[in-house]
């Protein structure tokens, strides 16, 4: 079982840059604008690379108090004492996730547009479960669509916070937040184009009237 929850709001996923400086500006951006969690993701870095930017933005989410969670990666994870982890259909068994974090950090499960998949989750031991795509992705322009319904029964049936991904952006972001949806996570929407810290707080206002 998880003792740690994830809290409502802006759930930030940092984009496959190698350039840590720009990483770090961007994200500090993104943290200072309201973000509630940050995930570190990155499908471009080495190992190396992937320690060096896990480490820097371990200590810029201490210092806004936002929890780390780690994409796919549970020894990066126990290495830096990040918050979470979180794990996608094929990247590691849940229930062996737990018993190595332990009760007290965030395990999230990608659950794509399963609602059978997000039960087994949570019994596992998921903190949270995400599905999507919710809109059509750039990131992932081939993922599954989670239509909004899934969203809704999802909300009504489990005792873990849902989290929406796949191309939300702040207009299209309605829907899912009247469905019950207590976490947004973006990638795109936040980087692409620039301006970052305007981007973020648009995101953080849609959950001050919600």
Known sequence: ??????PRGLYAITPDWTDTDRLLTAVEQVLAAGAVVL????????????????????????YHHVPLIINDHLELALAIDADGLHLGGDDGELAA??????????LGASCYNQLA???SAQAAGASYVAFGAAYVSATK????????????????????????????T????????????????VIGGL??????????AAYTALFEHS
Do not use: F, H, W
């Open 1 to 6: 079982m998880s003792t740690a929850y994830l």
């Open 39 to 62: 995930q570190y993701r990155n499908k471009l870095a080495d190992a190396d690379l992937r320690l060096q930017q896990a480490q820097a933005l371990q200590a810029r989410c201490r």
């Open 97 to 106: 996730a737990r018993r190595a974090l332990g009760p007290q950090r965030l």
């Open 117 to 119: 998949l997000a039960q």
């Open 141 to 168: 322009p081939s993922a599954v669509q989670a239509p909004l319904a899934l969203y809704q029964a999802a909300c009504a049936q489990l005792d873990c916070p849902v989290v929406a991904i796949g191309g939300i």
């Open 170 to 185: 702040p207009l299209n972001a309605g829907p899912l937040l009247a469905a019950g949806v207590p976490s947004l996570a």
């Open 191 to 200: 980087y692409e184009g620039g301006q970052p810290a305007e981007r973020a």
